[in-house]
């Protein structure tokens, strides 16, 4: 299975925006994500006032009104060669100076309140489902915890049918009924940073972001009981 991370597939700007903001207006959760970096190239310390003067706020929707606004970190697993590692990556964060509103700046492969990150969450989705590789030899071979794995694939599955959906009405119904979850994945093409972006400017979210998705804040465990059995 190759792995869905080259620098090279940078998306357009025609496709993607510098900064394409997303909010939640339900939580008062906003961010602001720049697709044009990943975690491993992602760098607080470089943003300046000027990188932010065609911004959209997430909150009010003025444009260009902010101010930086500090930062802090947070874990990520990412691929960095042929190794996942794990890294306390510094966000960027910028403030709106006509609502106050404070967001984080995030480079295009974060999942929000997830450590994976979408190049790594959609490769073992890859080994798991077109593969056909055994959960416990994926954790073996990756040094992930098998309970790891199961939790993305969880995560996949609460997010399968609105996947599904999204390729539906961006290719005006061509994509056939009735895909199993293998068929779903195999959707998601390179470059992915714009189906990310795509699948956010379609439904105001991150595909992958569990929380907040039911008021839990988490995916329902019981919806990964069928793949446990065949697995």
Known sequence: MEKPLFLSEKPSPNLAP????????????TMVYDFYKTCKTYDAKSYKKVD???????????????????????????????????????????????????????????????????????????????E???VLKTAETWKLSYQFIYCAVAVFLLHASRIYQYFREATCGAIRHGLDEAGIVALIKKPYLIFQSGYMESYGRPCFMCKFFNRAGAPPIGKIFHFLAAT
């Open 132 to 134: 056909k590789e055994p």
């Open 18 to 29: 510098r900064h394409g903001s997303i909010s939640f207006d339900a939580h008062q959760e």
């Open 52 to 130: 932010f003067v065609r911004t959209r706020c997430p909150g009010c929707t003025a444009v260009g009104r902010f101010k930086l606004h500090g930062s802090y970190h947070r874990h990520v697993l990412y691929f960095d060669g042929d190794e996942i590692i794990g890294e306390y990556l510094e966000i960027k964060r910028i403030m709106c100076l006509s609502c106050k509103g404070t967001h984080a700046v995030m480079p295009g492969d974060i999942i929000p309140y997830m450590l994976l990150t979408l190049f790594v969450l959609l490769f073992i989705l890859g080994l798991i489902y077109l």
